[in-house]
Structures are given as structure tokens and as C-alpha cells.
């Protein structure tokens, strides 16, 4: 019989990691990462192929964590657009 992974350990969360945002195990990719690629329209399957070094069930756990949490990722992808948006703005007024 092969070894079942326990879905509950793809996904954690450590404070040294990406500030504590919501991480697949082992990797450095964070669930908002595959989010921002699944809201693009590409599937489980082409997420996996883009990102090679995940396995299809890691991307479905971190689509999973995503739509069982999905207020607080939301927020989160948004207050780093939010801070991505004032970077630039900062960075394009220093220009002469």
C-alpha cells in the first residue's frame, strides 16, 4: 500500500517565511502565488507545469486553503497590490 500524505501538512505558515503568509510545505511559493496564477485562468494542472517543482497536489491544497480562507488571501493580495501600486508611484514621481 503507498504512503498517504496527510493534506493538512502542504500547507504552513512559519513567521521567517514570506512574513507568516500562508506557504506550500517545503517550497517558498506561497498560496497567493498560485492564486494569482489560477485567477488568470489557468488550471491546477498548468499551474503545476509553470511552477515545475510542484506537484499537482500541492497546487490543488493551496487552491484549497485559498477558497477555505479566502477573505483573509483576498486582503492580503490586495494590500500587496496596494503596496506594489505606491512603490511605483513613489519611484516614477522621484524621476526628472
Known amino acids: 500500500m503507498p504512503a498517504l500524505t496527510n ?3 502542504l500547507i504552513v505558515q512559519t513567521p ?3 512574513g507568516g503568509r500562508a506557504c506550500i510545505a517545503g517550497t517558498g511559493v506561497t498560496v497567493a502565488r498560485v ?3 489560477y485567477r488568470l485562468g489557468h488550471g ?3 499551474i503545476a507545469d509553470r511552477i515545475g517543482h510542484l506537484s499537482l497536489a500541492q497546487v490543488y491544497a493551496a487552491l484549497a486553503y485559498y477558497h477555505a480562507n479566502r477573505d483573509g488571501i483576498d486582503a492580503e493580495m490586495a494590500a500587496q497590490e496596494a503596496e506594489a501600486d505606491r512603490l511605483e508611484q513613489e519611484h516614477a514621481g522621484g524621476r526628472g
Do not use: K
Request: glycine share 16%.
Open 44 to 46: 491546477a494542472e498548468e
Open 7 to 9: 493534506i493538512g501538512t
Open 35 to 37: 492564486v494569482g496564477w
Open 16 to 18: 521567517e517565511i514570506h
